[in-house]
């Protein structure tokens, strides 16, 4: 398979679960995907926990297998073995695998609207190109396949949180104004993070690529910097420095922040946009710094690459 991410492969699995190529699929998913993620998340169980995550979600689908002439039994929210025998006689009339769980294409079939996807990085953890005809018939995330379109001339991580999808694109070095305007293209927005849940889904997506960063040393502060990709921070040029007047460029007020250590500083005059940023002090390797801290920069700096956030 040319697109080998642990979510395709699940994909194609749940398409193909015997024959030759089934088995393969098995072997390679085992070989890229952590034991505990493989073991655990993917159950089926596992996947209708996270889009059924309440019992009224439970009762809805119920009520619209029993609208389709499928006895799902009291509509209580409790998936009994009745219910199963639902879902499994509903799934094998609709060509799908008979599991006797919700996947996101039996709930589809039966026009219920589910939790968000599952969540957490869809894509490899280190930055590629992907071609979407490669991913058409397996994503069924929509957004995945319209934003890697309009992103195809770069390498991207993505992966989703809190029902959003998140894109972090390796640019080789970038000024704000340019990060903006890919945002602005693509109908997204440099990422807003409203909480430490987020902003450490945000910080996985690149810290595990070294493209994603600008590094050096800066003599006047004596400090080994690390500059990470964009994000939507901005400071208002009425606010008050350092500190003041900053908002998410989608309009949501900063109610979070993760700011690095004495940041935001106003360190040059137009020091106004926030980015992903770490320093160690003197002359330091900082090839193993994690990177999930911020700081403000001005126009004229550039970094390696920016986040992105479709709503």
């Not at 998140?166 to 602005?184: E, K, P």
Request: hydrophobic share 35%; net charge neutral.
């Amino acid at each position: 398979m040319r697109i080998g991410t642990p979510r395709i492969w699940h994909f194609f699995i749940e398409k193909h679960r015997t024959g030759e190529y089934a088995e393969l699929a098995r072997q390679t998913l085992a070989q890229i995907e952590p034991a505990a993620v493989r073991n655990q998340s993917h159950l089926p169980q596992s996947v209708e926990a996270r889009l059924l995550p309440d019992k009224d979600k439970r009762r809805n689908v119920q009520l619209a297998l029993a609208a389709q002439g499928f006895a799902a039994g009291t509509a209580d929210g409790v998936f009994g073995g009745q219910t199963r025998e639902a879902i499994k006689l509903f799934q094998s009339t609709n060509r799908q695998p008979a599991s006797g769980f919700i996947t996101e294409r039996t709930a589809a079939a039966l026009g219920i609207k589910v939790n968000d996807s599952a969540e957490g990085i869809y894509s490899a953890t280190k930055a590629r190109r992907y071609d979407v005809a490669n991913l058409e018939g397996l994503e069924t995330d929509k957004r995945v396949l319209e934003a890697l379109t309009c992103l195809r001339h770069f390498d991207t991580v993505y992966g989703a949180f809190g029902g959003h999808l998140y894109v972090a694109v390796q640019t080789g070095t970038i000024l704000a104004v340019y990060a903006r305007g890919i945002a602005s293209g693509c109908g997204a927005h440099l990422a807003a993070i409203s909480s430490q849940e987020e902003n450490t889904f945000v910080a996985s997506l690149f810290n595990a690529d070294q493209r994603f960063f600008q590094t050096g040393y800066d003599p006047t502060g004596n400090v080994s910097y690390k500059m990470g990709p964009w994000i939507g921070l901005t400071q208002d040029p009425q606010g008050k420095e350092p500190k003041g007047g900053w908002h998410w460029d989608n309009g949501k007020p900063l109610t979070y922040t993760k700011w690095f250590q004495d940041m935001p500083n106003e360190g040059k005059k137009g020091d106004d946009i926030g980015m992903y940023y770490a320093h160690r002090n003197g002359r330091a390797d900082t090839k193993s710094v994690y990177v999930d801290t911020w700081d403000d920069m001005g126009p004229t700096d550039g970094t390696g690459g920016l986040i992105l956030e479709f709503e």
